[in-house]
C-alpha cells in the first residue's frame, strides 16, 4: 500500500488561504468518505483537524475545513495565523483487512 | 477526559528486547481499538497495527509483521508494543492512537515514547 500523496510544503501570508492536497486512489480516498486530518507541531504528538472528510472534531478552529473530489481530498486552512505553521497529515480507511490504513507523506505548512 | 499516556523515552543497544505501554482512561478501554503509529527521525507516520482489547484482535502493517508484537491487557487500560531483538533502525518515536472503530480518526494521540537504539 503506498502513501498518499501530500505536497512537501506550502505557504502563505497571514491573512490568506492555502489548500494542501491529498492524493490517493479509487481503493482508499476514492471509495471511502474516512480521510481524517492531523496537525503536527515538531516534537508534539498529531493533533486530529478534519475527519470523515469534512467534520471538524469539537475546539478545532472552523478556519479549517476539508473536501474531497475523485481520488483527492484537501485541507483549507483560511484566515491563515502564525499559529497554523506546523505539518499536516492526511489519511485514509483502504477497506483492506489487513492494511485499514495509509497515511500521507506530510506538506509542512510555513507562515510567511 | 480521554487520554492516552505512554512510557517514557528509551535507550537501549542493538540486540536488545523492549516493550513500551500506553495507558487509556477516560473512556472504555475495552471497547475502542488501540493503534500504533511510528515516526522516523526527521520522517512521517507510519502505521504499524492495531488492537482491540476487548478481546486482542490484532492486526498488523505488513511492513512490520513479525517485526514488533502488539498486545493489551484490558483489565488495566494497557497496550504494549514490543520487540525481542531491537535494531538501529528501529529508532523512533512511537505513537499510539484511539480508534472508535476501524476506518476511524485516530483521536486522541498519545504523547509519544522516543525509543532510541544505539551500539
Known amino acids: 500500500q503506498s502513501a498518499l500523496t501530500q505536497p512537501a510544503s506550502v505557504s502563505g501570508s497571514p491573512g490568506q488561504s492555502i489548500t494542501i492536497s491529498c492524493t490517493g486512489t479509487s481503493n482508499d480516498v476514492g471509495s471511502y468518505n474516512l480521510v481524517s486530518w492531523y496537525q503536527q507541531y515538531p516534537d508534539i504528538a498529531p493533533k486530529l483537524m478534519i475527519y470523515?472528510?469534512?467534520k471538524r472534531p469539537s475546539g478545532v478552529s472552523n478556519r479549517f475545513s476539508g473536501s474531497k473530489s475523485g481520488n483527492t481530498a484537501s485541507l483549507t486552512i483560511s484566515g491563515l495565523q502564525t499559529e497554523d505553521e506546523a505539518d499536516y497529515y492526511c489519511s485514509s480507511y483502504t477497506g483492506s483487512s489487513t492494511f485499514p490504513y495509509v497515511f500521507g507523506t506530510g506538506t509542512k505548512v510555513t507562515v510567511l | 477526559e480521554v487520554q492516552l499516556v505512554q512510557s517514557g523515552a528509551e535507550v537501549k543497544k542493538p540486540g536488545e528486547s523492549l516493550k513500551i505501554s500506553c495507558k487509556g482512561s477516560g473512556y472504555s478501554f475495552s471497547t475502542n481499538w488501540i493503534a500504533w503509529v511510528r515516526q522516523m527521525p526527521g520522517r512521517g507516520l507510519e502505521w504499524m497495527g492495531v488492537?482491540?482489547?476487548?478481546?486482542?484482535?490484532?492486526t498488523y502493517s505488513p511492513s512490520f509483521q513479525g517485526q514488533v508484537t502488539i498486545s493489551a491487557d484490558k483489565s488495566i487500560s494497557a497496550a504494549y508494543l514490543q520487540w525481542s531483538s531491537l535494531k538501529a533502525s528501529d529508532t523512533a518515536i512511537y505513537y499510539c492512537?484511539?480508534?472508535?472503530?476501524?476506518?476511524?480518526?485516530?483521536?486522541?494521540w498519545g504523547q509519544g515514547t522516543l525509543v532510541s537504539v544505539s551500539s
Open positions: 492512537a484511539r480508534l472508535n472503530f476501524i476506518g476511524g480518526p485516530f483521536d486522541p
Open positions: 488492537i482491540y482489547p476487548g478481546n486482542s484482535d490484532t
Open positions: 470523515e472528510g469534512t
